[in-house]
């Protein structure tokens, strides 16, 4: 008896530990229930720039790839002297493919935006089906860089690198949120307009009022042209942000509990805000 | 002189003849009470021995100390004590005095081939007693259960009872009639253990080699317990054996174990010392070493946990014994690479207790206990000359006393006070650049004291009904904030006949302290916090009502339990809550109710060459957070079913001796799948212009409702060998086999984006299901010298 236990034990592993090697990510067949459609808006007004948005809509997540973008929706722009202009259907699809930087958009307006601090704007967005998404932002005032600073490594050859450090002061009022992008090379070449070196949003709930450093990790070669491009946001546009990252974080994180979007579209789903912006360039030395 | 002395004489039997019926009937009435400690051969002790007078038909069993008191009338008795597991002792006894009697039982050897369960009270225990809801657990029957790694966990042995979720695959986290893993009281001889969970819930902090028993109740609580809202864990260690100096442990797949116990001026005391590491890194450095320097080099992070357990006992005297405990034990995470970049992820629990046992008399003794009990992670990032540091941590001071009362043999009553000061480290955070340029700090701590008085008494009736009543009262302060309530408990059981018996209970029980968490499990990272300011207390209240039939000459004891649990201020999150270092933490709390209902269903046999259980539950859990706070609540104020909500889950569970040197096992587990929340819908964000070329690629997932999608069912088998060697059978070879028929199970399902090979652009989404653990077998070899 003992000896068959034996050999059922000694024989049984072996077999069971081949049945272990098959994969443990499998795709499988997941029925969604119906999914409605909602009016996705996107718009970030700059000071000086013509005023554009994107407005796509919403999908079920197993549709197809391109966003959908509908052509019977009509946005106006209402301007803080309460006058409202139209942003016309000119849909740039070339963006949606392209790697100039450029952004989608598919309403426009025409002449270049003026914005000063405080200055309140109110988007109307409606489609022929009747949906219907509006939205108010503030622009807040630019935030000064104080200063940008470096510092070189001891190492020598490709890993003489420096780290960067930007510094900027935190107005006294509560809820104040920053984006800051840094960005390798020659502005001119339009470099603004592609990925950054870094990216980093914060708010200022730990040092509300107090001077804010903010450094890099060593990625910064001799000669290196850094652009420093403080955004200024309110709490809406960082809680969207963040939310947004939150969302495609839980999906294929088991740990992570998913979130839902926040943005400041009423009717709809998406973010409508000002961008108020300093920027700073330091060049590094060779 | 003749005279006065006939006429003494004839006084006295005039006396004697008068009072002789009252002495004799006082003599009958007189009752005395006998109380002691059962232990076994080796000094351990034992809760739930049986002390019983079978000719009175009368009993009691040893309390989760190993003491009893029971109370008999004067006379000449014969007592029986009795363990399963061990020989049982019966002693003649000529009751004059109030008695105070020790009894040290040899562990039963295994000739007759017959296996029982060792440390397990009796059936007809469970069938008599008022307790309900109640899983007693010894470490032997844990010990021969298979296990994931052949790593031995009584936790998730726990998980393997009617009424008790997992938190998914493979994990220790304990779900109980629907209440989550953070409403557990999981208590480490008498001390909080705030985090029981090594590699994030993977493995229990509890050494088997050093765990006498476990007790889990689900309803019903007992007075002297609070805290917690869903379950109490009451874990007690061994105290070592008194009689001789042993040494124990085992080596595993991934972890070994070493114990050396001993007696302390032997038959004064015992120790007991226990210590146990993980041996990941010691391969993933060697493989890191052999890699390194080869193209696409990626080092594999170190990890490893240690825990070490220490217990000590010493007699003063009569009526004197000091008990301490300590528990030590840390998981580490740490990744260093070429770049300059060093993380280092340490978290762990560190307790100790001193308890001192006093008798006052065979009727009344009391323990009084001093504690402290610390759980904090710290998280460090290096990155040359920066630093960035993260950690949280909670620390309590704990002083209770517990009376124990048995006036005579009708009652039972216990008594005590506690209080807790917790100091919560909710959140610190340090960044600096080494030369000064950053230098921030920031820490965020709270106080709080919580107070607790209880009494409880255990009425029996008559032979038939049992009835218990307890009345704790309950305090927390934080700051200016304050709270309290007052928590009813009471039981009942009514015998129909010896086979038969129905039990009733309802517990109220109030929450201070809350899990700061948005993910939808436990991690070391969780941050605890007091009530105070918004955050109101949680509460729950239960009843749950039972019928136990003792069937096949008692050799199956088979439970029906139906409870309705429901319960208010329980705690959630905003989306997107900062939890870390956050001053108003307070205000990203939101808050609901919850209710839960089942019926279990739990046959267990005890005695006999096969021994196990099965237990089917069939339950529902709910959830509902109105809007509020300027969120839409969740799910929009609908209800919704936390994750861990099952509707059916059956467990078997089988332990066969084949003979004195073979124990095979197997445990099958069968449950509705977990519910997941899968995103409906899509849109792009493209982000601001100089933020990333071209619309972004990446989905934003929409997610309409929590938890509205359940996995595939979950089942998997596993099978146990447990092969003794050696002359003395002191050693033994155990195999356990993890999910032996490789079954899949889901762990987590997610949507993958499918990209062009050539292009990179996005060309579909699929759905994608995500298994754990295939099939695992494991060899541990377990000694004791």
């Known amino acids: ?286 | 002189m003749v005279a006065f002395s006939a006429a003494r004489y004839y006084l006295l039997l005039l006396l004697l003849g008068l009072s002789w019926p009252r002495l004799a009937w006082a003599q009958e009435l007189a009752r005395f009470t006998i109380s002691g400690t059962v232990r076994g051969g080796r000094g351990e002790v034992l809760p739930g021995a049986s002390v019983a007078v079978p000719a009175l038909n009368t009993g009691t069993a040893a309390d989760s100390l190993g003491h009893f008191s029971l109370r008999l009338p004067a006379g000449k008795h014969q007592l029986v004590v009795a363990f399963i597991g061990y020989q049982q002792i019966t002693r003649d006894l000529n009751l004059t005095k109030n008695q105070r009697l020790s009894f040290a039982l040899e562990e039963s050897g295994n000739e007759l081939g017959e296996v029982v369960v060792e440390g397990s009270v009796t059936l007809e225990q469970k069938l008599k007693t008022t307790q309900m809801g109640v899983e007693h657990l010894s470490i032997h029957e844990a010990k021969l259960l298979p296990a994931l790694f052949g790593e031995v966990d009584i936790l998730k042995t726990l998980q393997l009872k009617p009424g008790v979720q997992s938190g998914g695959e493979g994990t220790s986290g304990l779900f109980v009639r629907g209440g989550s893993a953070d409403q557990n009281l999981v208590l480490l001889d008498n001390a909080l253990v705030y985090n029981p969970n090594h590699l994030f819930g993977l493995f229990s902090v509890f050494n088997p080699d050093a765990v006498q028993s476990v007790d889990l109740y689900k309803s019903g609580f007992p007075a002297q317990f609070g805290g917690r809202l869903s379950s109490v864990v009451d874990v007690k260690l061994r105290e070592g054996d008194r009689q001789h100096y042993v040494a124990t442990g085992g080596i595993g797949l991934i972890s070994s174990r070493l114990t050396y116990e001993g007696p302390i001026n032997k038959g004064k005391g015992s120790f007991i010392v226990s210590g146990r590491r993980t041996y990941f890194d010691i391969f993933t450095r060697a493989l890191n070493k052999a890699n390194e320097g080869k193209e696409d080099y990626s080092p594999i992070p170190d990890y490893y946990f240690y825990d070490l357990n220490a217990k000590a006992n010493y007699t003063l005297g009569a009526k004197d014994q000091l008990f301490f405990t300590g528990y030590l034990g840390r998981d580490i995470f740490g990744f260093s690479s070429t770049g300059g970049f060093n993380f280092t992820f340490k978290w762990g629990n560190t307790i100790g207790t001193a308890r001192w046992n006093h008798v006052f008399s065979p009727k009344l003794f009391v323990n009084t206990t001093a504690s402290i009990s610390d759980y904090q992670y710290n998280l460090t990032n290096k990155l040359d000359q920066f630093s960035f540091t993260l950690g949280s941590s909670i620390r309590d001071y704990t002083g209770r006393t517990d009376f124990e009362y048995t006036p005579n043999d009708r009652h039972l009553i216990k008594v005590g006070a506690m209080l807790t000061q917790h100091k919560f480290g909710v959140g610190r955070l340090d960044a600096n650049s080494g030369d000064g340029r950053i230098n921030f700090g920031a820490d965020v701590n709270y106080y709080g004291l919580e107070g607790a008085l209880y009494a409880s008494d255990n009425y029996k009736a008559s032979d038939k009904l049992q009835l218990e009543g307890g009345l704790r009262l309950t305090g927390f302060r934080s700051g200016s904030d304050q709270y309290g309530g007052l928590e009813p408990r009471a039981s009942a059981r009514y015998s129909l006949n010896d086979r038969t018996s129905f039990k009733l209970n309802y517990a109220l029980m109030y929450q201070y302290v809350h899990l700061v968490t948005n993910s939808g499990a436990t991690l070391p990272t969780d941050i605890w916090y007091p009530s105070r300011l918004s955050v109101m207390p949680q509460r729950s209240q239960q009843v749950s009502s039972g019928v136990s039939f003792l069937l096949g000459r008692g050799k199956f004891l088979l439970t029906d339990e139906v409870y309705y649990k429901w319960g208010r201020n329980q705690v959630d999150f905003k989306d997107g809550a900062q939890l870390f270092v956050n001053p108003e933490l307070d205000a990203e709390f939101i808050f609901g109710k919850s209710w839960s209902y089942g019926n279990e269903l739990y046959l267990e046999k005890k005695t006999g060459r096969t021994t196990g259980w099965i237990g089917y539950t069939l339950a529902w859990s709910w959830r509902n957070f109105q809007p509020q706070r300027g969120t839409t609540g969740v799910n929009n104020g609908q209800d919704f079913h936390p994750n861990y909500d099952r509707r059916h889950n059956l467990t078997v569970v089988v332990l066969h001796k084949l003979n004195a040197r073979f124990d095979l096992t197997a445990s099958f587990i069968y449950t509705s799948g977990n519910l997941t929340t899968l995103p409906l819908g899509r849109f792009g964000v493209q982000d601001i212009p100089g933020s990333s070329t071209g619309i972004d690629p990446r989905p934003v997932p929409i997610y309409p409702d929590r938890n509205s999608y359940r996995l595939i069912p979950y089942h998997r088998l596993d099978l146990g060998v447990v092969y003794k060697i050696g002359a003395r059978l002191n050693q033994d070879l155990t195999l356990s086999i993890y999910n032996a028929y490789n079954r899949r199970n889901a762990y987590f399902v997610f949507f993958e984006t499918v990209r062009d090979k050539a292009t990179d652009r996005i060309t579909g989404f699929r759905a994608q299901q995500v298994s754990l653990f295939p099939v695992i077998p494991s060899l541990t070899y377990n000694f004791r010298f």
């Not at chain 1, 003026?114 to 622009?139: E, I, K, N, W, Y």
């Not at chain 1, 809406?236 to 939310?243: A, E, G, I, V």
């Open chain 1, 1 to 286: 008896m003992k000896r068959k236990i034996n050999w059922l034990v000694l024989g049984g592993v072996p077999l069971l530990a081949l049945a272990g090697c098959g994969k443990l990510q499998n795709n499988i067949d997941v029925p969604l229930p119906t999914y409605s459609a909602e009016l996705a808006v996107e718009c970030y007004l700059e000071p000086g720039k013509v005023p554009s948005l994107a407005v796509t809509t919403s999908v079920p997540y197993l549709s197809t790839v391109l966003p959908q973008v509908p052509t019977d929706v009509t946005v106006t722009l209402t301007m803080p002297n309460g006058t409202p202009v139209p942003l016309t259907f000119s849909p740039n699809y070339q963006a949606l493919i392209d790697t100039t930087g450029v952004k989608f958009h598919s309403h426009i307006g025409r002449v270049p935006l003026v914005a000063r601090p405080g200055d309140v704007f109110t988007l109307d967005v409606r489609d022929t089906q009747g949906r219907h998404a509006t939205s108010t932002t503030t622009m807040l005032a630019p935030v000064p860089i104080d200063s940008m600073n470096y510092k070189f490594n001891d190492k020598t050859g490709a890993e003489h690198k420096a780290y960067v450090l930007t510094n900027f002061r935190d107005p006294s009022t509560p809820d104040d949120a920053y984006r800051l992008q840094l960005h390798k090379g020659d502005p001119a070449r339009g470099v603004l307009l592609k990925r950054p070196e870094v990216d980093n949003s914060f708010e200022d709930r730990l040092l509300n009022g107090q001077e804010f450093v903010v450094g890099t990790s060593y990625r910064f070669y001799p000669g290196d042209t850094v652009t420093a491009t403080l955004y200024h946001t309110d709490e809406t546009y960082f809680r969207f942000r963040k939310s947004v990252s939150d969302a495609r974080g839980a999906n294929g994180n088991p740990f992570a509990q998913p979130s839902a979007i926040y943005g400041n579209v009423r009717g709809g789903i998406g973010i409508f805000t000002v961008l108020s912006a300093t920027t700073a360039t330091k060049i590094l030395p060779k």
